[in-house]
């Protein structure tokens, strides 16, 4: 049972013949990496009308992928992305303007029929459930059974590449699901939803750097945040939120975050007067952790906590002082917003499956789970939806990625780019 709802929720993570025309080439900016240019969601700067035409958003191309949740990254005029096929993983490289493509590094990963994938395959799909990274030239992937890779991003080269369940001899791994991030020259990834905690390794060698003390890994993507003026990795655990020091994975604190089934999967928010929060579904609920540093010491102190908000696989959002986000896990899901400073209920907005939230210099990009894209403004009235419209299929389960004005999206069938701009 317990490893049925595991592959039940592990949905975060969380992209194909081209049907469309060539467009203008999209403006000169990057999405490297889950979350995008700061790992949260926002791109300050987005020039974004609040609505779009009677027939929509315009549509400059749509193709085929195969199965999968990974994110499109966006470097220039290149996308990348992954996928299934059969019993390989798929890296492959897009061109922006037109979908076509332009390399793919296919590698085999059967799924292991011991009953445990079987389950995912039957609830979730095959996967890949993360996100690559963009860095230096690269791209840095990792794939549902722990194949690590390092690719040339402009030819699709390997660089180097390991099995981290061999490396590391894990033998109670569950699927990798995170996606990994960069810090000084490495690249930091945890060892799948394993008690072997994180690792990180050198980008240009793939050579061990260092590797974290044991803790139980839930399946979420690790953040990076500035302390009083020290960088942080902040990784889920099962039952709690960890803080490692991101130049050697020294532990520096912890603070309980339990729920159910272990599954700690939506990405931290971090926000101003160090503020840190974080939020679960299975009973999960949300809660504010303040950081302080004294000394070489970092205490971690809760400031509230909300019951009723609990974000499943989606990100939460801090729009003034509204936090925004998706709460729901088997049941219905509502966007809801808290007061950033108490944690008090505002408002909730019921006409939404459980979405991913994007804020586009203050207009707020919904896609939810069922294929509906909408433009929306939050305010503590309430959410007011500009504009909406279904354009994937069920099980759109990827977040958005946005560059300049132009919107990537994906479901388990196709890829889609829109302007949203035009």
């Known amino acids: 049972m317990y490893r049925t709802l595991i592959a039940i929720a592990i949905l975060e993570l969380a992209a194909l013949a081209v049907v469309a025309t060539t467009v ?22 987005a020039d974004i009308p609040s609505t779009w035409g009677e027939g929509g958003p315009t549509r400059l191309w749509r193709r085929p992928l195969g199965e999968g949740y990974s994110s499109i990254l966006a470097d220039g005029d290149a996308l990348f992305t992954m996928y299934r096929e059969g019993d390989n993983e798929v890296v492959i490289a897009l061109d922006a303007a037109t979908g076509s493509t332009r390399w793919r590094h296919a590698y085999h990963a059967p799924l292991l029929h011991d009953g445990y994938f079987d389950v ?11 996100s690559p ?51 000084g020259e490495n690249i930091i990834q945890p060892l799948g939803g394993s008690s072997h905690g994180v690792a990180a390794f050198d980008r240009e060698t793939g050579t061990v750097a260092w590797r974290s003390p044991a803790f139980d890994l839930g399946p979420g993507s690790p953040l990076l945040i500035d302390v009083d003026g020290q960088s942080q990795l902040v990784v889920l655990g099962q039952q709690e939120v960890v803080g490692l020091d991101p130049a050697d994975g020294r532990r520096l604190w912890s ?12 990405l931290p928010l971090w926000g101003p007067g160090n503020s840190l929060f974080v939020s679960s579904a299975y009973d999960g609920g949300s809660r504010m952790i303040r950081l302080n540093r004294g000394g070489q010491r970092t205490t971690a102190n809760e400031a509230w906590f909300n ?26 899901a509502f966007v809801a917003a808290l007061d950033a400073e108490t944690g008090a209920e505002v408002w909730r907005e019921r006409t939404f499956a459980r979405a991913h939230l994007l804020d586009a210099g203050g207009i707020l990009v919904i ?25 994937l299929t ?4 990827t977040p958005p990625t946005l560059v300049g ?18």
């Open 367 to 391: 896609v939810d789970e069922d294929g509906e894209i909408a433009l929306a403004s939050a305010t503590n009235d309430g959410l007011q939806v500009h504009a909406r419209q279904e354009l």
């Open 133 to 183: 990274l963009l860095a230096d030239g690269s791209v840095f992937t990792i794939g549902v059974n722990g194949h690590l890779h390092a690719l040339d991003a402009r030819t699709g080269a390997l660089r180097w590449s390991h099995n981290l369940v061999d490396v590391f001899d894990l033998d109670d791994y569950n699927a990798f699901a995170s996606s990994p991030i960069a810090y």
């Open 255 to 266: 603070h309980p975050h339990t729920n159910e089934l272990g599954l700690n999967i939506s």
């Open 405 to 422: 004005t132009i919107l990537y999206v994906r479901d388990r069938k196709d890829v889609l780019a829109l302007d949203l701009g035009t």
């Open 24 to 45: 203008q080439d999209p403006a000169p900016a990057a999405w490297p990496q889950w979350g995008g240019p700061d790992r949260n969601f926002r791109i300050p700067a």
């Open 120 to 130: 995912w395959l039957n609830s979730a799909g095959p996967g890949p459930y993360s």
């Open 394 to 397: 069920s099980n759109a389960w």
């Open 307 to 332: 019951g009723r908000m609990r974000v499943h696989f989606g990100n939460a959002l801090r729009i003034g002082n509204l936090i925004l986000g998706s709460t729901g896990d088997f049941g219905p």
